[in-house]
């Protein structure tokens, strides 16, 4: 199985900003949708963004324009740059890969089965 792991997470106040890194150990990195999930408490775990192989990008509504993902292949790293946070951003934060997943179904946790152990982001208010 890939190996991945976060880092990044913290505690900020609403409107504050976080940058959450994923490295994969692996040597097809570069073949890999990279995508971010995330589970509060009590809730199900959701998808929050997501960069394909070739770039192309993803957000769920709730993120949308305030959370940018990104990728360099050339350190097998994926980054969740996340501005004017709010407290219901306030979650584990899981990096996912996999391959060959439709664009339509790329923010949906059953495509993935590679996962880092998550890092935690609180948003006060």
């Known amino acids: 199985q890939i190996q991945l792991e976060e880092s990044g997470g913290g505690a900020v106040q609403a409107g504050g900003s976080l940058k959450l890194s994923c490295t994969a150990s692996?040597?097809?990195?570069?073949?890999?949708?990279m995508a971010w999930f995330r589970q509060a408490p009590g809730k199900e775990r959701e998808g929050v963004a997501v960069?394909?192989?070739?770039?192309?990008?993803r957000y769920a509504d709730s993120v949308q324009g305030r959370f940018v993902v990104s990728r360099d292949n050339a350190k097998n790293t994926a980054y969740l740059q996340m501005d004017r946070l709010e407290p219901d951003d306030t979650a584990i934060y899981f990096c996912?890969?996999?391959?060959?997943?439709?664009?339509?179904?790329?923010?949906?946790?059953?495509?993935?089965?590679?996962w880092g152990q998550g890092t935690q982001v609180t948003v006060s208010s």
């Open positions: 960069i394909a192989p070739q770039g192309t990008r």
């Open positions: 996912a890969a996999a391959r060959g997943v439709p664009a339509f179904y790329s923010l949906q946790v059953d495509w993935y089965s590679n």
């Open positions: 692996t040597y097809d990195y570069p073949t890999l949708n």
